[in-house]
Each structure stands twice: as structure tokens, then as C-alpha cells.
């Protein structure tokens, strides 16, 4: 059966892209690469001789690359949102700064005081247990997992002292306990390479669960590359391990650019943490599974207390340790074993006791939540509800009663009148007192029936109705009303709200405008006429020509908003700027005439407007009034 690789292909393929992107735009990626060339030329090519690859493997490589990853891991941190994700990166720059002392210290041992020198390799053995031991702390944290129920302080709790007793039970089993008993025979490089290698393995595995466990992107990627430079220790390892195995380690051999690959690797984790990465979709609460509330560290005890005893019988069952200290390293073992186990049993009885609490706290809210939300639902919507009955009326009330148009309500079925505004007596000259309670037939409303049974015909049809129709006023005079007509509850019964706006004088205009329409639609100009309140009555065909709008789409509506122009109520001439129906724009020569009527009133605009074929560059002139 093949094994599907190309999930792993597509996440090596956006690492390395991320790479590249963090070399080509940061100066501290950009700098470890060519420093990286460099020292890998030094060791392939004969440029150099083999003392200077010597120092480079033993200690110019430390000096180079570490002070870098220690500056790559603090610039920009301040800039991190989350507070356990700055924790993170601290970890690790302390525990790459533990590294960067053990040089320090065998410079020190080995130049300036001579006399700490027969204790610099115990030393640094703790160093570097210290530097393990924050690198699994930070694998302990786990920042980009988000828990709905976090506790941080509960976690570090249970991870430090698990921790602690896995790196120094093995460096009490492969560096102390060697140190102590056979001081004198006593190579500590051998079996501290087997602690080196047994951590390095740890941590390259645990990241790279991280790596394929974590939903966010961006940490997915951080957790990889992190991975990725705890395999290029272990790999270094390996092979210093093999010269010691062997006799003596021959520095400054090609195999030793190994060496510089976990600083490359961290230096591009610390980088690409800056990058932009696509977020995960948020999970729904339904979706968090119960064992997804708390971490569990009591997990990796228990992996920490098992790897120990394999360990024990794995390098002795190979021959690969002094035998006389067997009997004292089975009793460190069992120590440790014994320390790990109660660890794990007090972990999980506290997170299982906190997990329940928390189970039951959230189970006692939501119930809370749930009634709480319908209680105040009710509330809400009952105050709601008669807060918008009592601001309705009360606008109801104060708009029929200002409105200046002709305001009635009628019953649906026989049309008695019920209530009239201020306006229907100024449009029909019926005082309300004398039409309330009588039906339309009664004051003979209609002037023409067909106008009647048309637009009952439409409300019956649609529920409301509009029409423009002959109306009859009290005097017998008829006039011309816009009608519109809507269904609404009066005191708890069906009605219907009917607006009447006179348009008399507008429809007399009308009919003069179009009777002379004939006479402009030669024109090539574009000429059209408003009303008084701003809407086309009139567009002729070079209006057509010059806008897109057909004569029947632009008549009723306004210039402004067919057009963009803004309105206008006086003579008026000058370079306008219009919008067309496809969206373009078109400039103008524009005259603007008030038409006015025999008593001086305006009665209409009539707007003349010639393309301006070419219009010099520069900015618009002013408009400018006749």
C-alpha cells in the first residue's frame, strides 16, 4: 500500500517558500545565509586549512551563529500580541543563551583560570541540561492551541518539576553518576553525547507532533522549522559521537557542517513568526471536545518515566556503557521512575478534579445563560413591543394631523370616513366635522368612475394602490390628485390610510410642456424640463442621445439623482459635469431658465445642454450665474 506524500510535499514546498521570503526581506535571515555559505565553502573547498576547519567546528561556529539566533529570537518579540507566546520565544533564548556560556566557559577553564578546568565538563553538562530543560518547557506551553478553558498556571505547575525530573534523572544517569565514581578514567564526552542524543530525539519528535497537531498555520510551520534544527542537533551529534566512539573526533571535516544547520533552522523560526499566514476557521463551541478544555501533561510523564528504563537496557543490552556503574544507574532509573510516576498521578488527579469543576461550572453557566437569555428575551421584546405600539401612534398621530397633503382613513368595506387631517380640508374644502361618519359616495368624491374601479381594482389586486385621478371638492371643482392608498389597523379594525396630493397645476404644466415637446425634439441639444420640485417632465431625443437614459426611464425622476448635477433655482449658465447611464461621465455647457408663469411664480426649469468636445486640460472653472 503507497503512502499519499503529498501532503508532506505541499508543506515542504510552503516552507521553503517561507524561507526564501524571510532571507530575501529580513536582514538577520539575510546575514545567517551568507554566513551559512560561507562556513559551508570553508568546509567543501580547500581555501582554508585544517586548523582553521578545526576552531570553525569547535568553537567559531558558536561564536558566529549563536549570538545571531539569540538576536533573532529577541528583535520584534515586544511586537508578539499574546503574552504565552512571548514566554515561549523567552525559553528559548534562555536556553540558547545556557549554549552560548559553554564556550565561555572553556575559554575561561582552559586560559584565565586553570584551575576550574578538571570541572568544565560537568559543568557544561549542567549547562546543557538547563538548555534542554527550558526546550521542553517550551514544548510544554504550546501556544498555538487555543483551549476554551485554559489554565496556564496550572500547566506550568504540572510541567516543571515532570521535566525537571526527566533532564536530571539522564544527566544524573549518563554525566553525574559517571563523574562521581570513575572521576579519573572518566571521559564525560561519551556518555554525555548518548544524554545529548536521547533529548535530541525527544524534542525532534515532539515538535514535529506539534507540527502535524496544531491548527494554526503560522505555528505549524514555527513548530517545523523548530523540529527541523532539534534533528539538525541531533544529526551533529551523532556524528561527534562517532568520533568518540571510534577514539578521538576528527574536527573540521565536511561532515561537520552538520553543525551549522540547527542554527540556520532556529534563526528562520524566530523569522517567519513575523510572516502573514492565513488563520484557521474558528471552531464552533460544539466542535471543542471535553478533553480539548485542559492540556495533558500527565501524558508526557509518563512517556518521560518509560523512555528511561528502554534507554537502561537498550545501551547496555548493545555494550554501549561501563559496566560497573550498572547497578547505580538501575537504582537512579528506578528513582526516577518511581519520582515520574507520582508526578503523572498527582497530574492527572489534578486535572481531572479541575477538569470536573470546570465541566460543572460551565454546565451551571450555560443553564444560567440559557434561562437568564430567555427571561430577558420576553422582557425585552414585551418593552419593545409596547414602547414601539406607543411611539407609533404618537408619530402616527403627529404626522396625520401636520401632514399638508389630504389625509382620510376609511373603512374597507362600505368607505365611511373616520378621521380627516387639516390637509383634506384645505384640498376639498369639506369641513371634518361635516364628512365624518359619511361614506365617499356620499360627498361624491369621484369624478369619473372608471378612475374609481381602476384603482380599487389595483387595491384589491396588490393590497395598496397609486394613481393620478379627477377628484371633486366641495365646491364642485375638480382638480387633479395624486391618490395612494394603504391597508392599516384604526382602533382595532381594518381600515385604509388614503394621502391625496394636488397636482393640478403640475398636470396643467404638463400639458403645456408636451404640447410643446414636439418643437425641442429637433433639437440635437440635450433639452429637458423639472417641475418645481426637481423631477423631469420633459427629455427629448438628444437627451437620449447624449446620456443613454430612454425619455420613458428618466421622466419622474430627479435630476440629481439621474444625473449627479446639483440642484439649481436660479438662471444659471456655465461647465457642468454629468453622469451618464453606462456609468461615464460627460462635460457640458449648461443653461439653466426659470419659466415662470403669468403672476411671476415658476412654474418650471428648462435646461439646455451642448457636449463640449474638447475641454482644456486643467482644472473646472467655477460655475458661473447669469
Known sequence: MLIDMRPVARVATDLAQRYAHAVAKDRIARLTAVLFVLATAVYLLPITGESSREW????????????????????GRDRLAEELERRWWNDLSIAYGCWLVVPVLYFTGNHLLPGLQPHVGLIADVLYAVFYLFLILAGERIPGRAYR???????????????????????GYFALLPGIFTRDVYNEAVPSMYLYIALDLYLSLRFFHL??????????AIHATVALSFTGIMLSDLTESAGWWSGSPQWGQSQDVLFLLPYVFLVLAARIRH?????????????IRHADALPTPSIRTVVFALSMPVLHFALYGLDLLDPTLEPARELLVTIAMIVLGMIAM??????QRRARELWAERVKIERALRQSEQDLRLILERKQAEAAVRASEEKFRKVFRASPDALVITTVKQGTILDVNDGFERVYGHHRDDVIGQTVADIHFWVRESDRDAFLRTFERRGNAVADVWVRRHSGEERRVRLSSQ?????????????SHDITETHRLHERLRDQANLLEQAHDAIWALDPEGHIVFWNRGAEQLYGWHADEATGRTASGLLGTEPVDHDWYGISKHRTRDGGEVIVRSRWTRVRDGGGKVRSYLVINTELSEITPGPMKSLQSL
Open 56 to 75: 570553525l567546528s569547535r568553537r567559531g561556529s558558536l561564536y558566529l551563529f549563536l549570538p545571531l539566533c539569540l538576536i533573532a529570537l529577541q528583535v
Open 149 to 171: 478553558w485554559r489554565a496556564p498556571t496550572l500547566e506550568r505547575a504540572v510541567a516543571w518539576p515532570a521535566a525537571l525530573a526527566f533532564v536530571g534523572g539522564l544527566l
Open 211 to 220: 507540527a502535524a497537531t496544531t491548527p494554526s498555520p503560522r505555528w505549524r
Open 275 to 287: 510572516q502573514r499566514f492565513p488563520e484557521p476557521p474558528e471552531r464552533e463551541l460544539s466542535e
Open 346 to 351: 498527582l497530574q492527572h488527579r489534578v486535572l
Open 487 to 499: 391597508r392599516l389597523e384604526f382602533d382595532g379594525a381594518p381600515c385604509l390610510l388614503t394621502v
